[in-house]
């Protein structure tokens, strides 16, 4: 009786479990040199805090020149290589820190966002969009969806695991009235 009690109560305490939403913040700065044009993309934390890293980063638009068009909605997560990840971000979304400097998994382009007070995007053909202007000069907009892969539904899971737990109880169960001769 025991272990059906068990099953019970992990099957209402996973089923209800929520799983926590990342924070997702919009981001745009315009060059003042280099190739002219706005650059936007996306970033994703898994929590808020102070020296938080981002978890996940598309680059949506660039000035002609910066990104391939084979690299247009370029996701740089997880990250080719890191000089920068720091951000200070609230659980509404806004950033009051930022120092960013990463290469995307190709090794093709890199992007920096406050990183030694520079803004910039570029790829290994040259092609350069930049502004000094740091902090200042970049928009950050919490955002309420992101285009990265659909997030798994934790809470199936979680309810069809505390099924199997509930079976194995009542299996278990029924084992132990057969031995005592008692009827199922």
Do not use: C, H, W
């Not at 926590?20 to 044009?37: C, K, N, Y």
């Not at 200070?88 to 960013?100: E, F």
């Not at 992007?111 to 790829?123: A, P, V």
């Amino acid at each position: 009786m025991k272990t059906l009690q068990a099953a019970t109560l992990a099957f209402v305490l996973m089923a209800t479990a929520a799983q926590a939403a990342p924070i997702v913040v919009d981001f745009s700065f315009t060059p003042t040199g280099g190739s002219f044009g706005v650059v936007t993309g996306e970033l994703e934390f898994a929590a808020a805090g102070t020296n938080v890293a981002a978890t996940d980063l598309y680059v949506f638009t660039g000035p002609s020149g910066a990104l391939f068009p084979s690299q247009a909605d370029v996701d740089y997560a997880p990250f080719g290589f890191v000089n920068a990840n720091s951000f200070t971000v609230s659980a509404a979304g806004a950033i009051s820190a930022a120092d960013l400097d990463v290469v995307n998994p190709a090794y093709t382009s890199e992007l920096k966002l406050d990183y030694q007070g520079e803004d910039e995007l570029y790829n290994y053909q040259g092609d350069i969009a930049y502004t000094y202007s740091g902090l200042s000069g970049i928009t950050f907009t919490p955002a309420d969806s992101s285009p990265g892969p659909a997030p798994v539904p934790e809470p199936a899971s979680a309810t069809l695991a505390a099924a199997g737990v509930l079976a194995l109880g009542v299996l278990r169960r029924r084992k132990n009235l057969a031995r005592t001769g008692l009827p199922a």
